[in-house]
């Protein structure tokens, strides 16, 4: 599975990659929410898993944004 990442704190970004590497999915991963935004409408991804409060953009705003 493809899952976009979309986390500022770079070690919890490390952590959750890591538990999901070791399932077997190939995880992409971003630390801005913009950024974010335009790797998950330009890229095909199975999953976004998205911090809550980003700096520059709500999490709950680029979900939004997405739909």
């Known amino acids: 599975m493809r899952i976009l990442l979309i986390e ?3 070690e919890m970004a ?11 999915h190939v995880t992409l991963t971003e630390a801005e929410g ?10 095909s991804c199975d999953v976004l898993v998205v911090d809550r409060m980003l700096p520059d953009i709500d999490g709950a705003q680029l979900v939004s944004e997405m739909r």
């Open 8 to 10: 500022d704190d770079i």
């Open 34 to 43: 913009r950024q974010g935004l335009r790797r998950a409408q330009s890229e």
């Open 14 to 24: 490390r952590f959750i990659v890591e538990g999901l590497a070791a399932d077997g």
